[in-house]
Nanobody, 114 residues
Framework: QVRLVESGGGMVQAGGSLRLSCATS????????MGWYRQAPGQEREFVAG??????RYADSVNGRFTIAENNARTTVYLQMNNLKSHDTAVYYC?????????WGQGTQVTVSS
């Protein structure tokens, strides 16, 4: 069984920074693609950033402010979030993709106060 363990969420003032981490554990630990989604109250889950084979992709709303990275073993993915805005407030979910199957983390709350 695969588990994704997220950390690094919290509360920060607008303009501040946070760094999220997501580590894999279990039988399969290395994934070809990993990334982050988020879900704000009353809204659908939306893509934030992804990384696969060293290539990164970002949602337009975070491009230039957020940076995704992974360790060499592809067992941990990070999301550096700078210049946070109130609309970044959401639960952030890590995902790991193997083929067509996604594994999800439990989510970590990020709250940005204005």
């Amino acid at each position: 069984q695969v588990r994704l363990v997220e950390s690094g969420g919290g509360m920060v003032q607008a303009g501040g920074s946070l760094r999220l981490s997501c580590a894999t554990s279990g039988k399969i630990r290395s994934f070809p693609a990993m990334g982050w989604y988020r879900q704000a109250p009353g809204q659908e889950r939306e893509f934030v950033a992804g990384i696969a084979s060293g290539q990164t992709r970002y949602a337009d709303s975070v491009n230039g402010r957020f940076t995704i990275a992974e360790n060499n073993a592809r067992t941990t993915v990070y999301l550096q979030m700078n210049n946070l805005k109130s609309h970044d407030t959401a639960v952030y979910y890590c995902f790991a993709r193997m083929g067509s199957e996604n594994t999800w983390g439990q989510g970590t709350q990020v709250t940005v106060s204005s």
